[in-house]
């Protein structure tokens, strides 16, 4: 299905009380939110979700960060889901990112990016079922 795509809003934008916002820019761009929960990770359970990114220096540094505290996890719904979600957050790396999109707004660095975005149909499927069971999946 190449309409849905997963999203984290992470730490640092939690605990700073702008999930509401988030959501409601999200809503507004068009996607539909088919699922949501707030969790907490263990450093063990967000390295087996960016297992992905193993090899690289700043693996070590993200675990520990996506489990420093509560986060969203949400599938979304929309027509060209994860192209237009990463449209939608902007770059990566906040200094990078356009004028208007969630991580110009929100994220406060490479890590604390306010934001995270499947970049991928395939992945998407993959890190929504790490959060949800099917019948979660509406
Ligand atoms: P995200 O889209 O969640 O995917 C992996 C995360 O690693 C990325 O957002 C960044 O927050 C974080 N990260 C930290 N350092 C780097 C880096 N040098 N390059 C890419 N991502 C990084």
Redesign the pocket.
Known sequence: ANNKTFT?I?PDAFADGHTGAILKMIEEAGFKIKAIKTVKLSAEDAGKF?AV?SA???YG??CA??SKGPIVAAILEKDNAVADFRTLIGA??PADAAEGTIRKLFAKS????A???S?SDENAAIEGSFYFSELEKI
């Open positions: 984290m992470k960016y990114h690289r220096p700043f540094e993200l960060y996506m990566t790396n490479l890590e604390a990016n934001v995270h975005g970049d």
